[in-house]
């Protein structure tokens, strides 16, 4: 099926281990984010990309990596996971330049840091 | 810099009654702004967006916000609440971002409870 895809749904680390959420989209749009969402935060942005081997970051980017090197996949990387990194984490993706489009959303990743 | 308020964290209503979810926005440009909407365990879904026209905006599920530029809100309303509606809805604000798109604000979320 075609949208957008998140993996895996749910992840149990230890304090210090490497995580990489996975993100995918089939409709070849140009942006792809990444969204932690806390209680009492509402959304945050991470990281975005405006096309492949382009990111830039958002409000909270420390602790975290990404990469493009293709369009459609956006992985985010959790290079030595803390607590506070415990979240709903969620990869969005919109359309091109211009104008502000919609942002299509994924599933959503439930990370526990033990 | 942009923000977005919701100033309501949780608001209650009984099935049948109408609705107004409360947006504030801190925007020195024309702002483009969004309700989502978000379904238990769900990702987030657009229900309506403002760019530019009409201040009235007509959305899915029944839904309309108006722009109201004075006041610099974006009020959610709907006029006869059903308990599918139950959900976390959050208003954001699209502001500039490198490459000439837009990166949304969102606002805390306010989560509606429907009585039946």
């Known amino acids: 099926d075609a949208g957008i895809t998140q993996s895996p749904r749910y992840k149990i680390t230890e304090t210090g281990r490497q995580v990489t959420l996975m993100c995918h989209q089939t409709w070849s749009h140009s942006y792809m984010f990444w969204y932690r969402q806390d209680l009492g935060h509402g959304l945050r942005l991470i990281y975005y990309s405006a096309a492949a081997d382009i990111t830039d970051k958002g409000e909270v980017p420390d602790g975290y990596v990404v990469s493009r090197s293709k369009t459609e996949n956006f992985p985010l990387t959790l290079e030595s996971a803390t607590r506070s990194q415990t979240s709903v984490y969620f990869c969005?993706?919109?359309?091109?330049?211009?104008?502000?489009?919609?942002?299509?959303f994924g599933p959503g990743t439930r990370l526990l840091v033990l | 810099a942009q923000s977005v308020t919701q100033p309501d964290i949780h608001i209650t209503v009984s099935e049948g009654a109408s609705l107004e979810l409360r947006c504030n926005y801190s925007y020195g440009a024309t702002p483009y702004l969004f309700w989502y909407v978000q379904s238990p365990g769900q990702g987030l879904q657009l229900l309506l967006k403002y760019f530019s026209g009409d201040t009235l905006v007509q959305g899915i599920k029944g839904f309309e916000a108006e722009f109201k530029r004075s006041q610099s809100s974006f009020n959610l309303r709907k006029p006869s609440v059903h308990w599918s509606d139950a959900a976390e809805y959050f208003c954001a604000v699209g502001t500039h971002a490198s490459g000439g798109s837009y990166i949304p604000t969102f606002g805390r979320g306010t989560s509606l409870i429907v009585h039946p």
């Open positions: 969005a993706s919109s359309e091109g330049s211009g104008s502000p489009g919609t942002q299509y």
